[in-house]
């Protein structure tokens, strides 16, 4: 076995394209040191030692969608329900850039109190203000929408595929498709965003094969991005009594997707931080290079409750979340970002 995995390992080594099988063979890897030895290793011959920190502004937790799995869903009516004005996001779009962020990520639930036409006046007056790139995290929008974005300035979009299992998605995501998602991550590539999917590790009703054609689908879009957290039951939806991912399949899945796709950003997850105390410096040594603090004002951060226990909640603003993550990642024998941390195909595009 252990041989199997060392000549699949030297297939993805030299560039050559992994089967499905061998997808899930490197998930089943016996021996976790030697994969997570290997995508540390590929992370530094892609990327470096440099982490880049993206500041994450919740602005709003409405949400219209039902997700079976989060805690902002429309039917949950516990959470107490905020958005941010337009002079509050902008403010903690300042403090972020004054605390030396490079990128500024806006993100909601899917909230069409916010047009079109509004967030593109956010990122507007974000990138005239500062120098940073702006990533989008608003769901599932029209292909206009995302243009007037675009069209804005702003370098990337986040929406995640969640599990490209199609039925389970359609179950999970009442109202929603698989295809759907999947155009929408093609349109935005259209665009020119550079744009991130990614995973929840641990729902109910995957399994490994499931985890391999996620990796699969991400390699077939060509994301630049992938975020890839456990999923931890929340105690007011339908899945409150599911079990969650766990910290081992998680990191092993993080580990494959950098083996898989060498050039990506990979955060080191805050769901992962929230399940494990070390949970993001373990995953910054099995192939992650980003970390994403969350610079929401510290008011509604506790109210943005995706999933129970999350950390950081109490921090007050990127003046303190800035210094404490750099020292986990100095701490891990990494270094601070100081660019805006693009993926590998833009930073080409722009020294031309
Ligand atoms: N556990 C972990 N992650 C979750 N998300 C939503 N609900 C949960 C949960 N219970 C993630 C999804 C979504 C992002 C906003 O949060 O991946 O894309
Ligand atoms: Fe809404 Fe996103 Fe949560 Fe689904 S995962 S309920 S779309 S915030």
């Known amino acids: 076995m252990a041989a199997d995995?060392?000549?699949?390992?030297?297939?993805?080594?030299?560039?050559?394209?992994?089967?499905?099988?061998d997808i899930v063979a490197l998930l089943q890897a016996p021996n976790d040191t030697l994969l997570f030895t290997a995508a540390d290793a590929t992370r530094e011959r892609y990327l470096g030692s440099q982490v880049h920190l993206r500041g994450i502004i919740e602005f709003s937790n409405h949400c219209t969608k039902n997700c079976l799995y989060c805690g902002l869903r429309k039917d949950n009516r516990r959470l107490q329900r905020y958005r941010m004005s337009t002079d509050e996001i902008l403010a903690a779009a300042k403090e972020g850039a004054a605390a030396g962020l490079r990128t500024i990520i806006l993100q909601s639930g899917e909230d069409s109190f916010f047009t079109g036409e509004m967030l593109a006046w956010l990122i507007t007056r974000i990138k005239e203000r500062h120098d940073v790139a702006v990533t989008m995290s608003v769901g599932d929008r029209t292909k206009g929408d995302y243009r007037l974005m675009r069209k804005a300035g702003a370098d990337r979009y986040l929406l995640k595929q969640e599990t490209s299992a199609p039925e389970l998605i359609s179950r999970l995501r009442p109202g929603t498709a698989l295809a759907g998602r999947i155009k929408r991550l093609r349109w935005l590539k259209e665009l020119g965003f550079q744009v991130g999917s990614g995973c929840m590790v641990g729902l109910p009703g995957q399994d490994v094969e499931t985890l391999a054609d996620d990796i699969m689908?991400?390699?077939?879009?060509?994301?630049?991005?992938?975020?890839?957290?456990?999923?931890?039951?929340?105690?007011?939806?339908?899945?409150?009594?599911?079990?969650?991912?766990?910290?081992?399949?998680?990191?092993?899945?993080?580990?494959?997707?950098?083996?898989?796709?060498?050039?990506?950003?990979?955060?080191?997850?805050?769901?992962?931080?929230?399940?494990?105390?070390?949970?993001?410096?373990?995953?910054?040594?099995?192939?992650?290079?980003?970390?994403?603090?969350?610079?929401?004002?510290?008011?509604?951060?506790?109210l943005y409750e995706i999933y129970p226990n999350k950390i950081c909640i109490n921090e007050e603003g990127p003046a303190h979340c800035v210094p404490c993550i750099s020292g986990i990642i100095f701490r891990s024998g990494r270094s601070v970002g100081t660019g805006y941390g693009h993926s590998a195909a833009q930073s080409i595009e722009e020294q031309k």
Do not use: W
């Not at 995995?5 to 099988?21: F, H, N, Q």
């Not at 766990?246 to 796709?261: G, K, M, N, Q, S």
């Open 5 to 21: 995995i060392r000549s699949i390992l030297k297939k993805l080594e030299t560039g050559g394209d992994p089967s499905l099988d």
């Open 217 to 302: 689908l991400m390699r077939e879009l060509d994301v630049e991005m992938a975020g890839i957290g456990p999923f931890i039951p929340h105690p007011d939806t339908p899945l409150s009594n599911a079990k969650g991912g766990e910290v081992a399949a998680t990191l092993r899945v993080l580990a494959v997707t950098r083996l898989v796709l060498p050039h990506i950003h990979l955060p080191a997850t805050t769901a992962l931080g929230s399940i494990h105390s070390e949970g993001r410096e373990m995953a910054l040594r099995c192939g992650a290079n980003v970390v994403m603090p969350d610079i929401t004002p510290v008011q509604y951060k506790k």
